[in-house]
């Protein structure tokens, strides 16, 4: 199974908003409605924010939302704050496994 | 509160093997699917396998690099995970995560545990 491929970095300055895409295939993002989204800071243990496509855990900021079209899953970002900054996973539920993206970067500037 | 805590990581060399343990609790650990993650260092993370809960049949899924070398058990009795880790190859250096990860709402990781396979 290959990782989803994710942007290695995307910026913005505060209170714009931004988009990380997230592509696989027809075996994974393609047929799962099972699409979650991952925020890791280094050293740190990784912290759900969107789950089920587009789905936000209690507690997770309502300016994240996530969407799928075909095989490629999105996370947006609106309202940037210098807090966002940190890593982003993408993940799939596939037949009898769960893939990773490679992550992205995102920078506020 | 939910609370997962790995242990057993350490350096060893090439082609050694390793147990790694974490131990679960704030949660029905038994009627839960457990699953390993790891992360290389400035990588992205990776799922490593699961193991259904043994009402679910306790069946065992692994990531085709781990295949044949890595075996996940657990242990109701204990609350407790394992992974045991065999001809560890340098490729295998991470910090390896247990999570309760379902996709379908929240889940919960732990800190993590340092593998490190280097001669």
């Known amino acids: 199974q290959s990782a989803l491929t994710q942007p290695a970095s995307v910026s913005g300055s505060p209170g714009q908003s931004i988009t990380i895409s997230c592509t696989g295939t027809s075996s994974d993002i393609g047929s799962s409605n099972l699409v979650s989204w991952y925020r890791n800071h280094p050293g740190k243990a990784p912290k759900l924010v969107i789950y089920e496509v587009s789905k936000r855990p209690s507690g997770v900021s309502t300016r994240l939302s996530g969407s799928k079209s075909g095989n490629t899953a999105s996370l947006t970002i609106s309202g940037l704050q210098a807090e966002d900054e940190a890593d982003y996973y993408c993940c799939s539920s596939t037949d009898s496994s769960w893939v990773f993206g490679g992550g992205t970067k995102l920078t506020v500037l | 509160e939910v609370q997962l805590v790995e242990s057993g990581g350490a350096l060893v060399k090439p082609g050694g093997s390793l147990r790694l343990s974490c131990a679960a609790s704030?949660?029905?650990?038994?009627?839960?699917?457990m699953t390993w993650v790891r992360q290389a260092p400035g990588k992205g993370l990776e799922w490593v396998g699961r193991?259904?809960?043994?009402?679910?049949?306790?069946?065992?899924d692994y990531a085709a690099s781990v295949e044949g070398r890595f075996i996940i058990s657990r242990d109701d009795s204990r609350n407790t995970l394992y992974l045991q880790m065999n001809s560890l190859m340098t490729e295998d250096t991470a910090l390896y995560y247990c999570?309760?990860?379902w996709g379908r709402g929240d889940d919960s990781w732990g800190q993590g545990t340092l593998v490190t396979v280097s001669s």
């Open positions: 193991i259904k809960s043994k009402s679910d049949g306790g069946t065992r």
């Open positions: 999570t309760t990860i």
């Open positions: 704030g949660f029905t650990f038994s009627d839960t699917w």
